[in-house]
């Protein structure tokens, strides 16, 4: 038994390996950058970054747009998601053709998204001249805080399939005589929704919505390809800062943004499981 342990252990042991490599010591690493001074000798400096940090007007113009950001985009997806899936899951098995397109833009390149996307929102692209034959003024969506419109929009139609998947599966646990119950007492769509089919999938609601808000959190990689380091100031992330600051080899400061901002967010999905748990009572 204990040989058998032995072999299992190094079976393990490349896995643990690259673990140690590429996340424990960069983690310890990344700790010890932000509380030095980024001098040959690594003085150290206690929380002196943070502060600094902190009373930087950038990074809490990043940290401010990232949360209004996610704050914006992780309901709508949620509530989007929610209902399409119950809408196909009404029209099942006819509904396969669309799940299977919903899902095609979370599968697709984000560099061929974002050339549809820049020409659909471009000064003279389809959605301005439609606005321009209405007798509408036309838009500059991709060089002013109107950018936050196809930012917001594109992420949506990018992950809408994937939280959609995720709800269709739980949907099928719901016992169909729930529905033909509700649908006897004369309960119409929306009673269906919330007053049966969404207490019995709270806890994958609740995943759904973990994942809508984490995914929030890499809209980066659109903003930066579409407006660059320096965007608009409505949508300069966090992660533009803290790319800005890499760019210029300061380490310190990108480290201590890193840990604050993983402070943040582990103190707001700490108090949404809370939520969770109470509402499961």
Known sequence: MFRKGRVFLLFLLPGLL?????????????????????????????????????????????????????????????????????????????????????????????????????????????????????????VMWLESDALRVPIIVMFIWKNLGFCMVIFLAALQTVPQSLYEYATLEGGGFFVKAFRVALPHILPTAFLVFVLAWINTFKIFKEVYIIAGSYPDRSVYTLQHYMNNMFSRLDYQMVTAAAYSFAVIVLVLFAMLFLLQRRAAQ
């Open 18 to 138: 690259l673990l140690l490599i590429f996340y424990v010591i960069p983690l310890f690493s990344g700790i010890f950058y932000s509380v030095t001074d980024g001098s040959k000798a690594n003085a150290f400096v206690g929380l002196k970054n943070y502060e600094s940090l902190w009373q930087n007007k950038m990074f809490q113009l990043g940290l401010k747009n990232t949360l209004e950001l996610s704050v914006i985009s992780a309901p709508i997806l949620w509530v989007a998601s929610f209902f399409l899936a119950l809408l196909l899951q009404s029209i099942s098995p006819r509904g396969g053709f669309f799940r299977s397109s919903a899902l095609l833009p979370y599968l697709a390149p984000s560099s061929a998204m974002l050339l549809v996307w820049l020409v659909l929102f471009d000064y003279g692209g389809p959605l301005n001249r439609v606005a321009d034959a209405l007798g509408l003024q036309r």
